[in-house]
C-alpha cells in the first residue's frame, strides 16, 4: 500500500522547497492570460448595465460598427429582456487597439424602460418590493431548517442566555488580475487561454456552447493571478470572448476591467443572523436558536455555517437568501464559513463571560463536534495560547488604561480539503533521463506545480528542479478537477505518487537485468541507482535510463484515499490595539495554527496560511461592498474605495502549520476562516463593548465607545 | 484617427524608438507595443502598484503615464533587472522567502522595492512597509514580502 512514510525518511516531503515558477514571475517573464499576445490580437471589451433594473427596449450598435478599427460588435441581451443588476452585460466590441474597443463601448446607444431597484436586504424582503427572481416568490427564498435535540429541553438547563444579532458584509474576490480569456480560432478548432481555476470545466463548458466535442477546445492557464473561487467557467466574458473570436476570424482578448470584476466577478454573500443561545452553570453549550439571511445579489445562494465547530446537542436554525439587484455571489475562499464562524465565535465569547469563564475554556468544554478534529483542536489551543500569551489578556474586558487598548481574542475553523478522485496523471522518464510528470490540474498561486515535482522527485531520487511538470493545459487529455475546496492536493498528489511508483518500478524492471540485481532490490536515492544490499552496485540516473535505448517510460497513477486526509481543524489568536480616540484597530499579532494533515511543503505552506488570515484581516476590518440606495449602483468599485489591506495593516503572523499525520490535505481555504472571530473578540477585550458587525471600521467603534 | 507620436527613449539601457498613440499609457506601450508583458495591469487607475516601474530614477505606476513622455527619459522595468545568469539581489530575495504566490503583483513589488532600496540602501521595518502600501497582494499576506526587501537591503549595501 502506498504511503509517505516516515519523516525522517523523507528527503523532500515536508521541506522548505522554493516555488519552481518563482524567477519566472519574478522576472516577468511568467505569461499570465493577461499577458497573452497573439499575431492579429484584437481587444474585446463589455458594454454593461449603467442602471440596476430595467427593461432594454432598444440596442443600437451601428454607430460601434462604423468606428474605424472596430472588427465586431454584438448584443448579449435581446431588447425586452430585463437586466437586473449595475454591470449586466448588454453588448460586446472587438477591436484593433484596446482604446479603441473602449471608444466604441461609449458609442453603443442603448434604452433603458428603468424599473424600481432594490439593494438593501431589509428593504427587499418588505411587501411590495421590486420583485427581482422570476423563480421566486418574493425577494426572499423558502427558508431550510435543521433540527436537532429538544430545543426547550436546552434552554430548560442553561443557566445563561445570550440574545444578538451579527452581521456580516457582501465582500469581493478582488483577484489581482482580472476575469478573462484569450480566444483564437483554427476552422473549429477553438483554443482559450483562461484565467480559470478548472481548465477541464472551461474546456467542456465552451464545448457545449459551441457544440464541439471537448478535444476540438483546448484551454491553457499557465499562470493565473488569484481566483480564490470566482473563477470555474469561461463566464460570459468566456463565451462572448469565442463568439468575437470566430465572427472577427481573429485571436481576441477581453479582459475584465477592475470596476467590471467588482461588479460581476462573484462576491461571498453577506449574513445577518439572530440567536439565541443557552449555557449550562457547568459550561455545557445546551441551546442554539438562529435565524439567519444573507445575500448573493441575484443569485440563489448566500448559505453560511452554524452552528459551528462547537457541539451543541439543541438546536434550531433557519437560513434563507435574500434577493437583491446586484452581481451574483460565487464561491468564495471557504464559501460560508468565515461569516458563520465570526458570528459563533463572537457568541461563544458572550456566552463565556456571561457564566464567567474564561473564553478558552468554554471552548475546550464544548469540544468540537469531530472526534478526530477535537483531538487536534485542544492541541492547537494549548499551541497558540502559549505563542500569543492569552494569560496577558484582560481579566475584565475594557479594563486597560490610556488612550490605546490592547486586547487578545480567539477564533475557530474547520474545513474538508481532502480531494477525491477523478484526476488522471503521468510521469514520463525517458532515456535521457529528463522526467516529465503530467496532470490536468491547474496552479492557481498556491504552489501545486512545486509540490509535484517534489513528490515525484522524492520517489525517484532526483531534485525538484530536475523534474518538469506540465499542468494548466487540456490538450494532454489528463483531466483534473477544477481547484476548489483546498482540493487541488488531496485530489492530485495520491495520483502523482502512485505514477511516480510505478515508473519507477518498470524503470528498475528495465534495468535489472542489465545490472545483475533484483528489482525489488534496487533503491532509487541522490540520483542514483543503487541496491540496497550491494553497495557497490550505484550507477548514475543518466546511466540507468540510458539503458531504456528507444524506449520511453510513461506510467498512470491512480488516486488513493489513503494518502490523503480531510476534515482539518484551524484556531487562531489575535492581538490588537484600538485608539479609543480615532476608533482605529490595529493588529498587533495573529497566531495561526492550522491543522495541515502532512506538511508537504513547508515553506508554500506557510504562504498560504499568511495569505488566508490577511484576507480575514481585510474581512474583520476594512472589506465591504457599498451599495447605494440612491442610484442602486455599488460606489466603490474600485481599489480605493474598496480597501484591502496593504503592507501597513499587517500584523506580525506566526503560522503554525500543524503536522497532524502523514496525511495530505489542502489549506489553501482553512486559515482564513477564524480571524475574523478571533479579531472581533480581541476588539471586544480590548475596549469592553461588542462590535456584532463587520467589517470594524472606526467609525463603528467610536459609536460603540459613545 | 490622432497621428502617432514617434518616442525616442532609453529602456532598460538600451535605445528604443517606437510610435504610439498620444492617450496611449505607458502601461499599453508597454504591454502592447513592445510587448513587455512583465508590468501587469491590476486596475489602470494608480491604486495597485502591478505596473510599477521606475522612471528616470523615480517609481511611477505605469498607468498614470502616458507613453508619449518617455520622450528622451530613461525606464528601468523588470525586464531589465537580472543579468542573463544571475537574478537580481531583490529578486532573489523574493525566491528566498518566498515572498510571492500567484506572482501577478511580484514585478510591481520588485521594481518598488528596488526604487527604495536605490535611495535608501538601508530602510528600516516601518519605511519598507510605507514605501510599498501603494503596492497590493491578495495572496502572501505581505510579512514574506517585507522580510525579502529586508534580506535584499543587507545584501545590496
Partial sequence: MASWGRPENSRLIGKRVQRLSGADKATGKAKYTFDINRPGLLYGHILRSSVAHATITHIDLSAAEALPGVKAAIPLIEPGKRVRFEGQEIAAVAATTDDIARDALRLIQVDYDELDYVVDMEDAKEAGAPQIRDDWEGNQSEPRVDERGDLEAGFAEAAVEVEATYHAPVQTHVCLETHGNVAEWDGDNLTVWASTQAVFGTRQNLARHFELPENQVRVITEHMGGGFGSKFGPGVEGVTVAKLARITGAPVKLMLTRKDEHLVGGNRPSMTQTVRAGAAQDGRFVAYDMSGYGTGGIGSGAGFTGPYVYHVPNYRTEKSAVAINAGSARAMRAPGHPQGAFAMDSLMDELAEKLNIDPLEFRRINGDSDARRDRIRQAEYTLGAQEIGWHRRNRVPGSGTGVKKRGIGVGCGLWGGGGGPGTEARVTIHASGAVEATTGTQDIGTGIRTVIAMIVAEELGLRPQDITVKVGDTAPGLPSRGSGGSQTIGSVAPVIKTAAMAAKRKLFAHIAPMVEADPGNLRAVGGRIRTESDLRMSISWKEATGYLGMETISEGGEWDENLRVGDTAGVQFADVEVDTETGLVKVIKIVAVQDCGLVVNRLTTESQINGAVIMGLGYALLEERIMDDQTGKMINANLEDYKVPGTMEIPEIVSIAYDTDRKITGIGEPPTIPTAGAIANAVYNAIGVRIRELPITPDKVLNALG | ?157
Avoid at chain 2, 521606475?54 to 505606476?61: A, C, E, F
Avoid at chain 2, 498607468?63 to 544571475?86: D, F, H, N, R
Avoid at chain 2, 519598507?128 to 510579512?143: E, M, P, Q, S, V
Fill in chain 2, 1 to 157: 484617427m490622432p497621428k502617432k507620436v514617434h518616442v525616442q527613449t532609453t529602456i532598460n539601457g538600451e535605445a528604443v524608438e517606437y510610435l504610439c498613440e498620444p492617450r496611449q499609457s505607458l502601461l499599453e506601450v508597454l504591454r502592447d507595443v513592445l510587448h513587455l508583458t512583465g508590468a501587469k495591469e491590476g486596475c489602470n487607475n494608480g491604486n495597485c502598484g502591478a505596473c510599477s516601474v521606475i522612471l528616470d530614477g523615480r517609481l511611477v505606476n505605469s498607468c498614470l503615464v502616458l507613453g508619449a513622455e518617455l520622450e528622451g527619459k530613461s525606464l528601468e522595468t523588470i525586464e531589465g533587472l537580472a543579468e542573463p545568469e544571475q537574478l537580481h539581489p531583490i529578486q532573489d530575495a523574493f525566491l528566498e522567502n518566498a515572498a510571492l504566490q500567484c506572482g501577478i503583483c511580484t514585478p510591481g513589488f520588485i521594481m518598488a522595492a528596488k526604487a527604495l532600496l536605490d535611495q535608501n540602501p538601508n530602510p528600516t521595518e516601518h519605511e519598507i512597509r510605507y514605501w510599498l502600501a501603494g503596492n497590493l497582494c491578495r495572496c502572501t499576506g505581505y510579512d514574506k514580502i517585507v522580510r525579502a526587501v529586508q534580506d535584499a537591503a543587507q545584501t545590496t549595501s
